[in-house]
């Protein structure tokens, strides 16, 4: 993989860890789409770049900003990067860490869809219903997967 891609992933998660959606901005296309597996109100296909911002930035709002993405590792070509990740965020007294796997498909240096595959995909229902069942949760919700 491109050391600046590798470079500009990394930035990206650590922007989103202090709650600074513009560097994951810069990475996706604007007609972006996110595939959110599982059975949650979150999975489905999210798209485009404003509805994917809005919904990190719910994210770290309901839980406190303490939701953050961490890569451990990252591999990839010029059009594809995997990401190893560690997830984690305090959400009403309650602990949620969880590792996941996200695949992005680059064009342009910019992901243009993008795959979600976590560890404990009960887990991540769990937590993606308790999040938007809360009152301050009123954002974009992804469509459903055909």
């Not at 890569?71 to 990839?76: A, E, I, R």
Request: with cysteine; net charge negative.
């Amino acid at each position: 993989m491109d050391a600046d891609v590798e470079e500009r992933f990394r930035t990206a998660y650590r922007g989103l860890s202090r709650g600074e959606l513009s560097a994951a901005a810069d990475l996706m296309a604007d007609d972006v789409i996110v595939h959110i597996p599982g059975r949650s109100v979150l999975s489905g296909d999210l798209r485009g770049k404003d509805g994917v911002l809005e919904m990190l930035s719910r994210m770290a709002k309901v839980t406190g900003g303490s939701y953050h993405m961490v890569p451990h590792d990252l591999v990839g070509r010029d059009d594809l990067v995997v990401v190893f990740e560690d997830q984690s965020c305090r959400f009403e007294g309650e602990t949620y860490a969880g590792r996941s796997v996200t695949v992005s498909r680059l064009h342009d240096g910019k992901a243009v869809e993008v795959w979600v595959y976590p560890e404990d995909q009960y887990g991540a229902d769990d937590f993606n219903e308790m999040v938007t069942s809360s009152s301050s949760w009123a954002g974009p919700k992804p469509s459903p997967q055909a």
